[in-house]
């Protein structure tokens, strides 16, 4: 006969079930350096958006980094006195973002015919600007997947920022 447990011993057993079903999920999570990524991308520098991944769920979500630095090409002339990362360029990083997750979803490594077409972005908002030493923060989940079809909710952030941005594509 095995004893029951009651009270702390039973709290102590499922703060380890939880801790190991946390880890469980933690290892079975994509990650991608950038030699991985420009693999699956057909974008190059300087056009080249996402420099890492940090967590891919297939079918379900992606959290990726662009470090953004005082050399990237965009700062000579937006704007000289004052760089700022354009949102058009966040934008785009979300949507290369998410064309990771559909091409890791899908079990596609493209080649060089292979086209991804951003096609449409609804309530994009820039709060605050996002310049030079900022790592920017890029996370999308799928909404639907129909017919190679796929729609996703995205957003990006800054951690150098008290107040975070948020842009949702």
């Given at each position: 006969i095995m004893p029951s447990l009651v009270g702390s011993e039973m709290c102590i057993r499922d703060r380890i079930n939880t801790t190991f079903n946390r880890l469980r999920e933690y290892s079975s999570m994509i990650t991608m350096d950038i030699h991985q990524i420009l693999k699956r991308l057909p974008h190059r520098y300087p056009f080249l958006l996402v420099d890492r991944v940090l967590e891919l769920e297939t079918d379900k979500r992606i959290k990726a980094i662009k470090n953004i630095t005082f050399n990237e090409p965009c700062f000579t002339g937006h704007f000289p006195h004052r760089p700022v990362f354009p949102g058009?360029?966040?934008?785009?990083?979300?949507?290369?973002?998410?064309?990771?997750?559909?091409?890791?979803?899908?079990?596609?490594?493209?080649?060089?015919?292979?086209?991804?077409?951003?096609?449409?972005?609804?309530?994009?908002?820039?709060?605050?600007?996002?310049?030079?030493?900022?790592?920017?923060?890029?996370?999308?989940?799928?909404?639907?997947?129909?017919?190679?079809?796929?729609?996703?909710?995205?957003?990006?952030?800054?951690?150098?920022?008290?107040?975070?941005?948020?842009?949702?594509?």
């Open positions: 058009v360029l966040i934008l785009e990083a979300l949507a290369q973002t998410s064309a990771l997750l559909s091409f890791v979803s899908a079990g596609e490594e493209p080649d060089e015919k292979t086209v991804y077409y951003f096609v449409g972005i609804d309530n994009a908002r820039f709060k605050r600007p996002t310049g030079p030493g900022d790592q920017l923060v890029l996370e999308a989940e799928v909404e639907r997947h129909k017919a190679g079809i796929y729609r996703f909710k995205a957003v990006s952030y800054t951690h150098l920022r008290a107040h975070e941005t948020r842009h949702d594509l």
